[in-house]
């Protein structure tokens, strides 16, 4: 058997929590992975034709945005009955923002981890640095993107309250493997989802119809979007697109 001289950068690329975000971090590409449920929101907010999304400092902070943008669509938390808070239009789901009118609007939004990783970000790194949001569903998009780049990448496993998130370690791995040239055999695709569905526990994707469909239907969906989020300013923008609408200034 011949080994694959080729070497898995996972352990350099690795940030395994958003607490660990250095202070002075060095230049390069970072990529904030919060698969459960902030980047995939994203990620479906631009398929469904979002202009931007601006992610806030705070949250609360979404509504003097749409007050300076009446035309935007602002996210915030849940209900116990899975259905925004009182004065948004949305949450983290990527599903239940498949039937939210986004097309040509303005977004925006935060998250306890995969946001406050964006905004940490913001305010730490260098102009020569960029900021992604990457997930399961666009990691083999955002490899071939990044690949081939004269900075480094690192990738920011969001993390729960503190905590690692082995959602957000699988995602970072997908995209740390497709960075160095490795395909996933079937047998790891196998484990990896078996290891997103059961993250937050082995009844998460049952608890809630909603919640069933943002593992099941995206989560899992595993390099189903070509959508690149990156951030311009505050506001993180789709490069996918042959013309980025930018937000104004």
Not at 153 to 167: C, D, H, K, M, P
């Amino acid at each position: 058997m011949t080994r694959d001289s080729r070497t898995n950068g996972l352990d350099d690329r690795l940030i395994e929590r958003c607490e660990a975000i250095p202070r002075d971090p060095p230049s390069g590409n970072y990529v904030v992975v919060d698969v459960l449920h902030f980047s995939n929101t994203v990620i479906e907010l631009f398929a469904n034709g979002a202009d931007y999304v601006h992610i806030t400092d705070e949250r609360g902070d979404e509504s003097a945005f749409k007050t300076a943008t009446p035309e935007a669509r602002i996210g915030g938390g849940a209900t116990p009955a899975y259905e925004p808070e009182p004065g948004y239009d949305f949450f983290n789901s990527p599903s239940y923002v498949q039937d939210l009118d986004v097309a040509g609007r303005p977004v925006s939004m935060t998250s306890t981890n995969g946001g406050r990783a964006v905004a940490l970000l913001r305010d730490r790194l260098d102009d020569e640095s960029a900021v992604y949001v990457g997930s399961t569903m666009n990691a083999r998009a955002l490899a071939d993107h990044l690949r081939g780049s004269d900075r480094p990448t690192y990738l920011v496993s969001a993390g729960s309250q503190g905590s690692v998130a082995l959602e957000d370690h699988v995602g970072a791995t997908l995209i740390s493997r497709r960075l160095d040239g490795f395909s996933l055999s079937a047998a790891e695709r196998a484990v990896f989802r078996q290891q997103v569905k059961v993250a937050k526990g082995p009844d998460y994707a049952d608890k809630n119809a909603l919640r069933h469909r943002d593992v099941h239907d995206y989560a899992l969906a595993f390099d189903s979007r070509r959508v690149l989020p990156r951030l311009a300013g505050e506001s993180l923008v789709d490069v996918a697109r042959a013309e980025p609408r930018l937000p104004s200034d």
